[in-house]
């Protein structure tokens, strides 16, 4: 009996759509990051602002006692900033879990850098130095105390992209584990039957 010529029964499909390890990662946004440029301008404000204090606190005029006392007042105002910047970020994120840093420590932070600003402010308006020299030492304590807040802000947002991308490539290998190990993607593992023997 011969076969219909024209019905050849059921057909596969000539492409199977396969789930693609790279399909998860396409849902995954990118990690927003600071540019080059931006970072550059930090970097190089900061350098400036320091490099002009420096200059201004090494031939600052009068005696010993209060040169050493302006530079402990811009160190002392520096870090103040540096912990203050942490202390608004860290306070923002925790806000966020609904936890926060005791009202006690949140004096402390802001008591030292008003304490810090005060402090510094009042020596160097205190100085017996010409206008111009303490103008010019005013300006370059504000420029350093701006820059340091924008350059810890920079810093920190780093950081938290470093973060941001670790936590997405983990992700990422783990929607790609258990595609690598469905069936779809294993080598067939049979054995080539041998040859029987014709009688």
């Known amino acids: 009996m011969m076969p219909p010529m024209f ?10 759509p ?3 390890a790279s399909s998860p990662s396409s849902s995954i946004p990118l990690v927003q990051r600071d540019t080059a440029a931006w970072q550059l301008q930090v970097w ?3 350098g400036i602002a320091a490099f002009c204090c420096a200059v201004g606190l090494a031939w600052l005029p009068g005696e010993r006692l209060e040169q050493i006392f302006m530079v402990m007042g811009y160190v002392f105002c520096l870090s103040a900033v540096f912990m203050l910047a942490k202390f608004v970020r860290d306070n923002q994120a925790a806000t966020r879990r609904g936890v926060g840093d005791t009202p006690l420590f949140k004096l402390v932070v802001w008591g030292g850098f008003a304490v810090a ?38 810093l920190r947002d780093r950081h938290e992209a470093d973060l941001a ?16 190990a469905s069936p779809l993607h294993q080598a067939p593992t049979g054995e080539a039957r041998p040859d029987r023997a014709v009688n």
């Open 7 to 16: 019905h050849h029964g059921p057909q596969a499909p000539a492409s199977m």
């Open 18 to 20: 396969r789930p693609s």
């Open 44 to 46: 190089v404000s900061f």
């Open 117 to 154: 600003v005060g402090l510094t402010g009042w020596g160097l308006l205190d100085m017996d130095i010409s206008p111009a020299y303490k103008a010019f030492l005013g300006v370059s304590w504000l420029y350093l105390l701006t820059t340091a807040f924008t350059l810890a802000k920079m």
């Open 165 to 180: 991308e670790a936590r997405l490539l983990g992700r990422r290998e783990a929607m790609q584990a258990p595609v690598a």
